[in-house]
């Protein structure tokens, strides 16, 4: 009851000092004593910074010579893939048997050997061949070469097929006037 007698500045110090006090003692919690050690705080969050020069210079053009290797190498041969053929073909004879065993292939070109058996007759025969694969038409051309086994009038002929995009056909045609289709398939 002292503050109600007190002069009017007086109590207003005093009203404010125990406001004061009380938002203290409320916002910030009761202070820390040496037996409560507090917490240390987080250091602040790295920030990282690029710094960015130029784009490496473009590599020097090489030749073969020096190990170069093309970004894209030129069209697939199936022909590396798949050695032997098996199938048949029409000419004078009749239906006859082929086998192309394909020997060597580098890049487009391709080097294989023509067998050939017919049924009827018990004609057989191989001979060596030379063509070229396009990747762009997915077409062979073959030329005929030397005789390895040759019957009694036979001749040597050329072809030419397409290759099914799949790979499961080589089909076309015998380039003699007197024949006709091919058709191969992979053996095996």
């Given at each position: 009851?002292g503050?109600?007698?007190a002069?009017?500045?007086?109590r207003r110090?005093?009203l404010?000092?125990a406001a004061?006090a009380?938002?203290l003692?409320a916002?910030c919690?009761?202070?820390?004593?040496?037996?409560?050690?507090?917490?240390?705080e987080p250091p602040?969050?790295?920030?990282?910074i690029?710094i960015?020069?130029q784009?490496?210079?473009?590599a020097?053009?090489?030749?073969a010579?020096d190990g170069?290797?093309?970004?894209?190498f030129?069209?697939?041969?199936?022909?590396?893939?798949?050695r032997t053929?098996?199938g048949?073909?029409d000419?004078?004879?009749?239906t006859?048997?082929?086998t192309f065993?394909?020997?060597e292939?580098k890049?487009d070109?391709?080097k294989?050997?023509?067998g050939?058996?017919?049924?009827e007759?018990?004609?057989?025969?191989?001979?060596l061949?030379?063509g070229?694969?396009d990747a762009?038409?997915r077409t062979a051309s073959?030329?005929?070469?030397?005789?390895?086994?040759r019957?009694p009038?036979?001749v040597?002929v050329g072809?030419k097929?397409?290759?099914?995009?799949?790979g499961?056909l080589?089909?076309?045609?015998?380039?003699?006037?007197?024949?006709?289709?091919?058709?191969?398939?992979?053996a095996?």
């Amino acid at each position: 009851m002292g503050t109600a007698n007190a002069p009017a500045p007086r109590r207003r110090s005093a009203l404010r000092c125990a406001a004061c006090a009380a938002l203290l003692l409320a916002g910030c919690g009761p202070a820390p004593t040496l037996a409560e050690p507090r917490a240390p705080e987080p250091p602040p969050a790295a920030e990282t910074i690029y710094i960015v020069l130029q784009d490496p210079p473009p590599a020097p053009a090489t030749t073969a010579a020096d190990g170069w290797v093309p970004d894209e190498f030129p069209g697939d041969n199936p022909f590396e893939r798949t050695r032997t053929w098996i199938g048949d073909y029409d000419c004078p004879q009749g239906t006859t048997e082929m086998t192309f065993r394909i020997l060597e292939v580098k890049g487009d070109r391709i080097k294989a050997v023509f067998g050939f058996h017919h049924a009827e007759s018990g004609a057989a025969g191989k001979y060596l061949m030379s063509g070229r694969y396009d990747a762009e038409t997915r077409t062979a051309s073959f030329s005929p070469g030397a005789w390895l086994e040759r019957p009694p009038n036979y001749v040597t002929v050329g072809m030419k097929g397409d290759l099914a995009f799949d790979g499961s056909l080589f089909a076309g045609r015998i380039e003699h006037p007197d024949c006709g289709a091919f058709r191969l398939r992979p053996a095996g």
